[in-house]
């Protein structure tokens, strides 16, 4: 029986959700993290039809309110769980040029996307590293390596995660500390990202990878202490064109992506 817990936030639908039944298979104690208890209840019944008698705790909680991360570290120290995993996947986007879009949902993905992941980061990695065990998962995206007009705000925000995550890497190393932290940087996935983000006929939409290959190969890549994840051969492909070409070419070709797909 393992006794350990794994906190996974987004974890009602699409990669978050398939993170979840990863540790579930394995038979962690998963926190499961969404705004809304409806969708929570329903991933929960998902997982417990799949494997029956692991045990599941539901926090109803919106990442956009920025007083929403302590309250989650509250509530899981106040009823005694170590966390041993885990899984910033919590994050949405906007598309549209940035003179046209919201500014409040833009500093919500801000929210959401960077600053809670960092909040929980904090929070988190204090007690793994004083008790010299523990890991975490971040999920960024091929976002990460590139802008991205008309989603500025969100590739920014993705760019943030590879950087804060890459340099708590090298601290990690020099703290001689045994916790590892993982990048997932997924390339478009087929999860509810789209829908929310406004973009459902583009041409990203059309061609995305499966959600539960991505959550997959980004378990494998924590429980193994590997420092990132490319999930598939986009994600490679993505990852090594930025490498070689330079920010305008990357910016059109993330551009392209995001034009309507006409049938």
Avoid: W
Wanted: net charge negative; charged share 20%.
């Amino acid at each position: 029986m393992n006794d350990q817990t794994a906190l996974i936030t987004g974890a009602s639908s699409g990669i978050g959700f398939e993170l979840a039944r990863c540790f579930a298979r394995d038979d962690y104690r998963v926190v499961l993290v969404a705004r809304h208890l409806d969708e929570l209840k329903e991933a929960a019944r998902l997982i417990h039809q799949e494997f029956e008698g692991v045990d599941i705790i539901l926090l109803p909680y919106d990442l956009s309110l920025p007083e929403s991360s302590e309250q989650i570290y509250a509530e899981t120290t106040q009823r005694g769980f170590r966390i041993d995993a885990l899984v910033n996947d919590a994050g949405f986007g906007e598309t549209g040029y940035f003179t046209d879009t919201d500014l409040q949902t833009e500093l919500n993905i801000i929210q959401v996307n960077a600053a809670s992941l960092v909040h929980l980061t904090k929070l988190y990695l204090r007690e793994m590293v004083a008790r010299n065990e523990g890991r975490i998962l971040q999920v960024g995206s091929v976002a990460s390596f590139s802008p991205s007009p008309c989603q500025a705000v969100y590739a920014a925000t993705k760019a943030f995660v590879l950087s804060f995550s890459e340099a708590i890497q090298h601290e990690l190393k020099q703290q001689k500390s045994a916790v590892t932290m993982t990048i997932l940087c997924p390339p478009p996935t087929a999860t509810n990202f789209f829908r929310t983000a406004h973009a459902e006929n583009t041409r990203a939409a059309h061609h995305t990878a499966d959600a539960r290959q991505v959550a997959e190969d980004g378990y494998d890549a924590l429980m193994e202490g590997e420092s990132r994840s490319l999930p598939t051969l986009g994600a490679k492909v993505n990852f090594l064109s930025s490498l070689v070409l330079p920010d305008s070419v990357l910016a059109t070709l993330m551009n392209a992506q995001l034009h309507e797909e006409h049938k």
